[in-house]
């Protein structure tokens, strides 16, 4: 039987640039700016515009903290901006240690407790996420200025296995104007890579944040994308329970959806009447 997890991606490329070429009508808009971090998800997005609009007209933005290594995908025309983040992000730690502080109140300048950035009351982990959400938060500042300079859109780059696992920033990499890829699995995304041409050693590395040194998306997961998006697409696609998912030989069904879970909060802000 054949996995429902699998596209026929000639079908889903014409889909995609359908709703582009869609929504630049609908805006009035035909300039585009993306994040380009050379990972998988970005690559698709930006092979996917260059079917729908001309390459002069795609602003490719690098926003490292680290550098990484030159990419290596077709960029033939397109406007490539390398904004690296590290000076803002650095300047802003400093700023948040040296001068933020918690006071009683108005009328007292008592102190309660200065908030430095790498706080002791939180875990290392918590205080790495929190330098993770400093850069995307960066990085959709940059995305949306150039757009508002060069009277254009930003393209997300966000896919289904990420939002429902909650592995993003509210109002970071989260934020964009529209998404092409978002209602397709990692797996998926994977698959349309491959028809789209993009090269084996983009497809081939690891799939990661750039947050630190060694960092990787399964290695903070403590799953792989491949069984995540099986037990996602179960529960969530075809409504089976957790426990009949586990029947099914999913050893980490109940940490996947765990997370889900725990991470749904972030589908729902900001919480309103």
């Not at 690098?62 to 990419?71: F, V």
């Not at 993770?132 to 930003?154: P, Y």
């Not at 995304?189 to 060694?214: C, F, H, M, R």
Request: aromatic residues 10%.
């Amino acid at each position: 039987m054949k996995s429902p997890l699998i596209i026929d991606p000639k079908q889903e490329a014409k889909k995609i640039t359908d709703f582009l070429k869609k929504t630049f009508s609908e805006q009035k808009m035909n300039k585009v700016v993306l994040g380009l971090s050379g990972g998988i998800d970005s690559t698709v997005a930006l092979y996917l515009l260059k079917k729908v609009l001309p390459p002069q007209n795609i602003f490719a933005v690098q926003m490292d903290y680290k550098p990484r290594k030159e990419l290596i995908i077709d960029l033939k025309g397109i406007n490539i901006i390398n904004f690296p983040i590290k000076k803002f992000v650095d300047s802003f730690k400093d700023e948040v240690s040296k001068n933020f502080s918690l006071s009683r109140g108005p009328r007292s300048g008592e102190t309660l407790a200065a908030i430095k950035f790498s706080s002791p009351s939180l875990s290392e982990a918590d205080n790495k996420t929190r330098l993770g959400n400093i850069m995307a938060r960066t990085r959709m500042i940059i995305l949306f200025d150039l757009a508002k300079q060069i009277g254009g859109l930003v393209c997300g780059t966000e896919n289904k296995s990420e939002k429902l696992l909650g592995y993003f920033t509210r109002f970071g990499d989260a934020a964009s104007d529209f998404e092409p890829i978002s209602h397709l699995y990692k797996t998926q995304v994977y698959q349309l890579a491959k028809y789209l041409g993009i090269p084996k050693e983009t497809i081939n590395q690891p799939p990661s944040a750039g947050l630190w040194d060694g960092q990787t998306d399964e290695n903070d997961f403590g799953f792989s994308y491949l069984e995540a998006d099986q037990v996602l697409h179960l529960y969530y696609d075809e409504k089976i329970s957790l426990e009949e998912i586990k029947k099914q030989g999913f050893k980490n069904a109940e940490r996947i959806i765990t997370r889900s879970l725990n991470n749904q909060f972030k589908q729902k802000t900001p919480y309103h009447i």
